[in-house]
């Protein structure tokens, strides 16, 4: 599916339309050049997903954990930015890979592409965010 996004707005809106579709253990990848609205598409994941505190890209933590009450159970959205990780140990001493594909947790992985390895053999959702011009986005999910 193919989606344009002219401003950051849009940009949040249809994460709020992606989070209505999310199941546990999913893992969302997100591809795309720096300031392409990764982080901007995960505020809109989490407002879709009732989270009320402020999303910040969790560039220097490497992982942000937010919780969210949905209708029957607590539901974890796990932010991994992988910008400026050395390598996969990295994640796997601050426990990520505990979350990749857990039950009762949603994981978004920026810069995707720097932990192949360890999301070789999991379930994921590819989200391409490329530039249209200077403002618009084209969002590719596949």
């Not at 401003?7 to 989070?19: C, F, N, P, S, V």
């Not at 910008?83 to 990520?96: F, M, P, S, V, W």
């Not at 070789?120 to 618009?136: A, C, L, P, Q």
């Amino acid at each position: 599916m193919k989606l344009l996004s002219a401003t950051e707005k849009q940009t949040q809106k249809i994460g709020q339309k992606l989070a209505l579709g999310l199941k546990d253990g999913d893992i969302l990848c997100l591809y795309g050049e720096l300031g392409a609205g990764k982080t901007t598409m995960v505020k809109g994941l989490a407002k879709g997903l009732g989270i009320k505190k402020e999303i910040n890209s969790p560039t220097f933590a490497l992982m942000n954990i937010y919780k969210t009450k949905t209708r029957l159970k607590t539901v974890s959205l796990v932010h991994i930015d992988t910008y400026r990780l050395k390598n996969d140990q990295e994640l796997i001493d601050i426990g990520a890979e505990d979350y990749l594909g857990a039950p009762d947790t949603i994981c978004v992985v920026e810069w995707p592409e720097k932990i192949k390895n360890l999301l070789k053999n999991k379930k994921t959702v590819k989200i391409v965010m490329e530039y249209e011009g200077k403002k618009k986005r084209i969002i590719t999910i596949t």
